[in-house]
């Protein structure tokens, strides 16, 4: 047990803290919150050499010592550095930007400290081990989100910081609702012991019925953070009223957080669960729980995949477009999980199901930090997002237009970024799976990206070809900002070409959420079935 | 405060006689609060309530100038806000003092935890230490809880006044 898997969500802490203090001297203010990015960079670089040094390492930390499942764990496996990693990488750009671009007096006041406790509550949900903690993690994460969300605080953004705070309150109100159920239905809150008692629910004395009501709620949840359809209403408000790199986060990052829990808790922990003969569900009785998660999960990627890509093609605003584009685009990230959810973990269909969502979520991640940042870039110096005012920007900033193509092209998928890689794993995935649902997913990913190719190639048409008109004349980004930007398009052009390790990683990340035995023994002990099982039971 | 609205004779001399009595059972709460009812939160929430008094009965100036000693108050801001930028007048003014200290309170909270990873032991492990044979009091017991419950005291009662002192001002 070592102090390193604590060490990204210590460092952000101190980042926090560090902003906090030094709130009164600005120039060490920006100092210490870069600082803290940077040392969240390279706490995750170590946590995950300590990771993927052992090939199969799951860490596991208790804080202050207490034994799970009695106490706070932390644990670090494939799947969360994978996401701690593009955390640190989307931040580390956003916060540049952010130091470069907000107001000072705002920056002063509160931004860094916000910031850094957002970054703290997005580690924390990837790290813990334990649903009571994801909800307070979500809490921190979101705490900070709402206060960056009406940064600027002017009628627009309270109106949409309004929506989001009131669903986001709502949404996290039903999630203690449904923690609240699953612990007095299976008496503990830790994902291990929580994924032991539901495999063998008579000797723990649970009747799944009631779980699998709970556990659906919270999926409601999860897709409400993650910005599925029909949970989709405070997506395109908040994105626009948010200051652009906290946008960039909440797109690239936050909405990963609702993927997570969703792989981790309903691909892993909950996947070994089945649905009892009894209580009026006969139709689908015996079934593992998977098959109803995975039908509600499809309705909701169908829908995300048809509503954001035909409200994007109507937009007329650049970061509306992208806003709409987020929720189709979560719509792909999903939709391979409701393919795999029609065999059990043990199935090679499962495993590419798993590993097309991590590897889509990370290209999703990456490219709309990239669009974000860039039309945060524009407005910053337009003073508008609007396509009538907007055109020939390509010949005003070259390389900031070229960021934005790459990240364009990356979401519609073409060779040899990194988006072709993740369309191409969803596609197999569907093809694969010689089923109905497999098809129907085919047949929505054809749309989908015939319609992303739509919004993408209006986008770059309308804003960044033409004539430049005297609003976008006077578009000059700093050096240092547009240096940031490419960096994250070269990342994506990077993972592009160099696939192959990115996809051992995800491959590593997938093989972690289906053993979940070996994760079940890493938190509890190798004996573990024996040695707390019969004490509490 | 303005005249006609001062509180009356009763109100202020009950409130000169309860502050101290409600300060001394917060911290009596603050002290055992890790292995009895009681702890950093609700000593904090307590003392906060001993400082609304104050502030109902006697006033914000009266609160921050003369028994925080905050020598910028509402009424100095107002004054010096040509010469001082916003931003310098928020930091020395009462919202910026109170809001200070539940940093300090996160940073102690913090580094109470991190001491225990100094000491080889996971974060925010703590430990006891008891003195034998201590005059009067028997046994005195020292926990290395006290350093996060302390933390957290200064979070509650920095973030509670702050809100009072936004939600005063206005």
């Known amino acids: 047990m070592s102090a390193i898997v604590a060490a990204p969500l210590l460092v952000a802490l101190g980042g926090a803290i560090g902003c906090l203090l030094m709130r009164s001297r600005p120039r060490l203010l920006r100092g210490v919150s870069l600082l803290g990015g940077v040392g969240y960079l390279l706490a995750t670089v170590a946590l995950a050499r300590a990771v993927f040094a052992d090939s199969d390492a799951i860490l596991v930390y208790y804080l202050s010592g207490w034994q ?39 920056q ?50 309270t109106r949409a910081g309004m929506q989001y705070v009131v669903l986001n309150l709502l949404g996290s109100a039903v999630m203690l609702l449904a923690i609240g159920g699953l612990y007095a239905t299976t008496g503990t809150l830790n994902m291990a012991d929580l994924a032991r008692r539901l495999a063998e629910p008579a000797a723990y004395g649970i009747a ?44 690239g990052v936050v909405k990963k957080v609702g993927v997570y829990a969703i792989i981790r808790l309903y691909f892993s922990v909950f996947a070994v669960a089945t649905i009892p003969d009894s209580g009026g569900l006969s139709v689908v009785a015996g079934e593992p729980f998977l098959v109803v998660f995975g039908g509600v ?19 007329n605003n650049l970061d509306e477009l992208l806003a709409y584009s987020s929720i189709s685009q979560v719509g792909f990230i999903v939709l391979p999980l409701a393919v795999a959810a029609t065999t059990l973990p043990g199935d090679s269909l499962f495993r590419a199901g798993v590993l097309a969502t991590i590897v889509y979520a990370i290209i999703h991640g990456f490219a709309k930090g990239v669009l974000f940042l860039v039309s945060g870039a524009i407005e910053d110096h337009v003073g508008t997002l609007e396509f009538s005012q907007l055109g020939g920007i390509s010949e005003q900033a070259p390389v900031l237009s070229g960021a934005f193509f790459v990240g364009g092209l990356t979401l519609i998928g073409i060779p040899p970024l990194f988006g072709f890689f993740g369309k191409l794993l969803v596609f197999k995935v569907g093809v694969e799976a010689q089923n ?93 079935a024996h040695a707390i099982g019969g004490g509490l039971r | 405060m303005s005249s006609n609205n001062q509180t009356t004779v009763i109100v202020r001399t009950v409130v000169r006689s309860v502050v101290p009595i409600i300060v001394l059972v917060a911290i009596g709460l603050l002290l055992q609060g890790h292995n009895f009812p009681g702890g950093g939160f609700i000593g904090g929430v307590l003392t906060v309530t001993a400082f609304a008094l104050v502030y109902i009965t006697y006033g914000a100036e009266y609160l921050s100038q003369n028994l925080l000693g905050i020598s910028d108050g509402s009424v100095a801001r107002r004054e010096t806000q040509d010469v001082l930028d916003p931003d310098e007048a928020f930091f020395s003014g009462t919202v910026g003092r109170y809001s200070a200290v539940f940093g300090l309170g996160l940073a102690l909270a913090a580094g109470g935890g991190l001491g225990a990873i100094a000491f080889g032991e996971p974060f925010l492990s703590q430990a006891v230490l008891y003195f034998d044979h201590i005059p009067v009091f028997g046994v005195i017991e020292l926990a290395s809880a006290l350093i996060f419950d302390l933390g957290v005291y200064f979070v509650v009662v920095g973030s509670l006044l702050t809100i009072l002192a936004v939600v005063g001002n206005e």
């Open chain 1, 436 to 528: 109905t649902i497999g098809w129907i997913a085919v047949g929505a990913t054809l749309i989908g990206a015939i319609l992303t190719i739509t919004y993408v190639t209006r986008a770059w048409e309308r804003a960044f070809w033409g004539p430049p008109n005297e609003f976008v004349e006077e578009l000059t980004v700093s050096p240092s900002v547009v240096a940031v930007i490419a960096g994250l398009a070269i990342i994506i052009i990077a993972l592009g070409i160099g696939f192959q390790p990115v996809y051992e990683l995800a491959n590593g990340a997938t093989s972690a959420v289906i053993d979940t035995d070996a994760y079940v023994r890493a938190v509890l002990g190798p004996e573990s």
């Open chain 1, 208 to 251: 799944p019925g009631p779980v699998l009501g709970l556990t659906g709620l919270l999926l409601c949840v999860f897709a409400l953070k993650a910005g599925l359809v029909p949970f989709q209403f405070w997506v395109p408000g908040a994105y626009q009223a948010a200051p652009p790199p906290v946008t960039a986060m909440l797109a």
């Open chain 1, 68 to 106: 799970a499942p009695y106490g706070i764990t932390l644990v670090a496996d494939r799947l969360s550095v994978i996401f701690i990693g593009l955390t640190a990488i989307v931040s580390l750009a956003a916060l540049w930007v952010s130091v470069r671009t907000i107001d000072a007096s705002g």
């Open chain 1, 108 to 157: 002063r006041i509160s931004y860094h400290a916000l910031y850094q406790f957002m970054v703290v509550g997005i580690t924390g949900s990837f790290l813990t081990a334990d649903i009571f903690n994801l909800f307070v993690w979500f809490e921190v994460m979101l705490m900070a989100s709402y206060v960056l969300v009406v940064f600027h605080s002017g009628p627009e953004q």
């Open chain 1, 297 to 315: 999960i499809l309705v909701m990627a169908l829908l995300s995949i048809l509503l954001g890509g035909i409200g994007a093609t109507g937009r």
